[in-house]
């Protein structure tokens, strides 16, 4: 089959270098346009353009994909298939009628809960389980095309966004290859989401990170987990002595059920490698903090600069 594959995000890597080694011809990669910043540093090309770098596949980058000068471009390419994973644009109904199956999308989540930007993020927040990857063919509507194939894997406990998304993004990249050989015998056989179960992920905002201590721990627990690498968990420490001081949150730790009768937000206990804080059930400990500014610390070098104290507390500025 000939493919286009649409992705510009980590997310998509592992199913582009797995089809660019394959017995299918990968006539282009779509991605997203470069954005030079501010600064004089080279930008990064990302690592879907270094392997179609690699590869000596064509790159075509437009602002705006659904254009009728993109369509035009995407048409002469003459594909069976467009891969779409972590690309950034939704695709017109016009736009995916420029191949003869039109496309794919490969989704972190198994639909249709956690339809959005970022699934992993939210279904760790939630306090899932078990997550998975999603393949559905695709239709304008965002993530609500009906679902080819699926991978499903638990989550860890200790398991972050990051770590999750990778082990994700390499079972997508198998699952796709499966998909890829129903389409070869003509063997799709695509099922109807069903709307009334969808929920929705929304793309991260910085405010996202500000921990309310006023929550369980373990629902803090699954916050700090969901937010990395960005935007990261974020609290303020109010010292005695100063205005409060921002600091984002490393991992935790957590003590189950109401282990103390101080307030949310309040520091109980300081040792030399946690400092613990109640949550509205059960106890968080902070073992590595970084304030505004500076570097990630472990607690021990946080607390030879920060001199935190039981019965200080933690939260919105």
């Known amino acids: 089959m000939r493919l286009i594959m649409m992705g510009t995000g980590p997310f998509a890597a592992?199913?582009?270098r797995e089809l660019c080694g394959t017995d299918h011809a990968m006539v282009a990669l779509v991605t997203k346009p470069l954005r030079p910043g501010r600064s004089r540093r080279p930008v990064p090309i990302g690592p879907?353009?270094?392997i179609a770098r690699e590869r000596?596949?064509?790159?075509?980058?437009?602002?705006?994909?659904?254009?009728a000068e993109s369509r035009d471009r995407?048409?002469?390419?003459?594909?069976?298939?467009?891969?779409?994973?972590?690309?950034?644009q939704i695709l017109s109904a016009d736009t995916l009628a420029t191949t003869r199956l039109g496309g794919i999308n490969i989704h972190g989540s198994l639909l249709p809960t956690y339809r959005g930007a970022a699934p992993v993020n939210w279904a760790i927040w939630h306090g899932e389980t078990e997550t998975g990857v999603s393949v559905i063919h695709m239709t304008p509507k965002l993530d609500a095309g009906p679902v080819i194939a699926i991978g499903r894997t638990a989550i860890e406990p200790e398991e972050t966004a990051e770590q999750l998304e990778g082990r994700l993004s390499e079972i997508g990249a198998s699952v796709v290859l499966e998909v890829l050989d129903a389409f070869k015998s003509d063997d799709v056989e695509a099922l109807p989401q069903d709307a009334s179960l969808a929920s929705k992920a929304p793309r991260l905002k910085k405010t996202d990170g500000l921990i309310n201590w006023d929550r369980p721990a373990a629902t803090i627990k699954?916050?700090?987990?969901?937010?990395?690498?960005?935007?990261?968990?974020?609290?303020?420490?109010?010292?005695?002595?100063?205005?409060?001081l921002r600091v984002i949150v490393g991992p935790v730790t957590v003590t189950d059920g109401p282990q103390t009768e101080a307030p949310p937000?309040?520091?109980?206990?300081?040792?030399?490698d946690a400092v613990a804080v109640a949550g509205a059930e059960g106890v968080i400990s902070l073992t590595s903090l970084q304030p505004s500014g500076k570097r990630m610390l472990t607690v021990a070098e946080f607390l030879r600069g920060y001199h935190v104290q039981v019965g200080e507390t933690f939260g919105a500025e």
């Open 14 to 16: 592992p199913t582009f």
């Open 265 to 272: 937000g309040t520091v109980v206990d300081v040792s030399g």
């Open 56 to 67: 000596g596949t064509p790159i075509f980058d437009p602002d705006d994909v659904n254009s």
């Open 48 to 50: 879907m353009r270094e």
């Open 222 to 244: 699954n916050q700090v987990r969901a937010l990395q690498p960005w935007p990261k968990a974020y609290t303020f420490w109010h010292r005695p002595d100063g205005p409060p």
């Open 74 to 88: 995407l048409t002469d390419f003459e594909a069976d298939l467009l891969i779409v994973c972590d690309y950034g």
